[in-house]
C-alpha cells in the first residue's frame, strides 16, 4: 500500500538532547513538509522540499533542520535550540507542478505523526 | 500572505443534529480550499476540496461544503451526524500563483467537533 510513515509514534527526549524524526513516502511525490501542531492553533510549516537536495523555511523554522538526499525520505531533527519542542509533529507530501489546468491535485497527503515529549 | 480563520474552537452536538463548521480566510490572490478531518494522535485526512467550478462541493462522509467568494467563507456542514463524526476539522487554503501552486497549505486553528449521544 502507497502512504507515508512516519516513526515512532511517541518519542521522549532529555532536554538539551538533539532528536531526529522520521518520515518516508512511497507515493513518487515530489514535494515534502513538516508541520508542528499545537493544542488550539491548527498546523505550522516548519520546512518543505520540493526537490531532492532542495528545501526552504517555512514559518517556524528556528530551532529545526532537515535534509533531503532521497526523493522518498525527509528527515527532521529538532534541535537543542528550539526553545519548545514538545508538540505533534507531522509529515506531508504532494505531487509536484500538478497543474489544475491538466487535471492535477492540490492536496497534501499527511502521516500519522510523531508526539514528541522533552522534559 | 493567506490566513485562515476558524470562528469556532469547540462545536458540541447531538447525534443526528446538523452541524456547521465556519472557515473564513484572507488572500490577496486566488485560493484553492480545503476541509482535513484529524482523529487523536492520527494524521489529517482529506474531506474535500474546491478548486473551481461549482461552488458546492461535495465530499466524504457525507459532508458538503459551500464556496462563498463575496464572503471569503468556505462552511463545512453535514445535515446528520455520527458519534463516529467526532474528531477536529481543520480549514486550509493554498494560494494559486500562475498556474502552478507551490502547494504550501495555511492553516486555521481548528475546531473540535464532539458528537453527543
Known amino acids: 500500500d502507497g502512504g507515508i510513515t512516519q516513526s515512532p509514534k511517541y518519542l521522549f527526549r532529555k532536554e538539551g538532547q538533539n532528536v531526529t524524526l522520521s518520515c518516508e513516502q512511497n507515493?513518487?511525490?515530489?514535494?515534502m513538509y513538516w508541520y508542528r501542531q499545537d493544542p488550539g492553533q491548527g498546523l505550522r510549516l516548519i520546512y518543505y522540499s520540493q526537490i531532492v537536495n532542495d528545501f526552504q523555511k517555512g514559518d517556524i523554522a528556528e530551532g529545526y533542520s532537515v535534509s533531503r538526499e532521497k526523493k522518498e525520505s525527509f528527515p527532521l531533527t529538532v534541535t537543542s535550540a528550539q526553545k519548545n519542542p514538545t508538540a505533534f509533529y507531522l509529515c506531508?507530501?504532494?505531487?509536484?507542478?500538478?497543474?489544475?489546468?491538466?487535471?492535477?491535485?492540490?492536496?497534501?497527503?499527511f502521516g500519522p505523526g510523531t508526539r514528541l515529549t522533552v522534559t | 500572505a493567506q490566513s485562515v480563520t476558524q470562528l469556532d474552537s469547540q462545536v458540541p452536538v447531538f447525534e443526528e443534529a446538523p452541524v456547521e463548521l465556519r472557515c473564513n480566510y484572507s488572500?490577496?490572490?486566488?485560493?484553492?480550499l480545503f476541509w482535513y478531518v484529524q482523529y487523536p494522535n492520527q494524521g489529517l485526512q482529506l474531506l474535500l476540496k474546491y478548486l473551481s467550478g461549482s461552488t458546492l462541493v461535495k465530499g466524504i462522509n457525507g459532508f458538503e461544503a459551500e464556496f462563498n467568494k463575496s464572503q471569503t467563507s468556505f462552511h463545512l456542514r453535514k445535515p446528520s451526524v455520527h458519534i463516529s463524526d467526532t474528531a477536529e476539522y481543520l480549514c486550509a487554503v493554498s494560494a494559486l500563483r500562475g498556474g502552478t501552486s507551490y502547494g504550501k497549505l495555511t492553516f486555521g486553528q481548528g475546531t473540535i467537533l464532539t458528537v453527543h449521544p
Open positions: 488572500s490577496s490572490v486566488s485560493v484553492y
Open positions: 507515493l513518487n511525490h515530489d514535494a
Open positions: 506531508a507530501s504532494r505531487p509536484k507542478g500538478t497543474d489544475f489546468l491538466a487535471g492535477g491535485t492540490y492536496e497534501q497527503y
